[in-house]
């Protein structure tokens, strides 16, 4: 008997030659990616940025605009990624009741600390944030949910990069640690040497690592199995979450991170 194929995928599911990549629906998705990227961009803009032809790019975004994915606003003839696009991007949220979980417990580390809170996951080399809870203060860290930053120079990236398995670390120090600031840790042997404090400590600190005047400190949140699936942190100007206050900060965000692993059924 012949073995039955998986539903969903035809014979050749692991075939990604161009026969098997429909060049329209690529180059639609590059447009999504880069306006939201952008926040925003003109038709001149977005074609220039793509090096497509201003008619082509115009097809695609009348074609996303009927299903709301994008929207253009008349006044500035701006294009901006539309609230369809949100819908569908939501269904990403609701594969885990990750966010659900997170939501009070981050509002009570944001009540405790005075500073935003934070969750993130892992997307490749790349921390994907997922929620956020701001602070009440008028200067803020502002990460909205789909905001990506590079494992190695953000307080949650750093704090699941301790969690990794040998093989997946040498993925990302081999693939090149771009630098942000001049505190960024672009060497291999120190960024592997903060990992390993971060591990006896039990939270990461990104210290002006990303963004100047910017502190955050982070802790990995376990499911049931025991795998990092998730990080928790706050955030604030280096104003208010200053060097002497980190280990404060950090008792609080690992705390708050042990509270949601339990509720994600870790022991």
Known sequence: MAEKRSRGRPRSFHDKTDQNTIQSLDRAMMILETLGQSGGMTLTELSASLDQSPATAYRVLVTLETRGIVELDGQTQTWYVGAGAFRIGSAFLRRTNLVERARPVMQALMEATGETANLGVANGHSVLFVSQVETHASIRAFFPPGTQSPLHASGIGKALLAQFAEPQLNAVVSSGLERFTPRTLTNGSALLSDLAAIRRRGYSIDDEEKAEG??????????????????????????????????EFGNHVRQAAAELSRHLGAA
């Open 214 to 247: 910017m502190r955050c400190v982070a802790a990995p949140v376990f499911d049931a199995t025991g795998t990092a699936v998730a990080g928790l942190s706050i955030s604030g100007p280096t104003a208010r979450v200053t060097s002497d206050r980190t280990e």
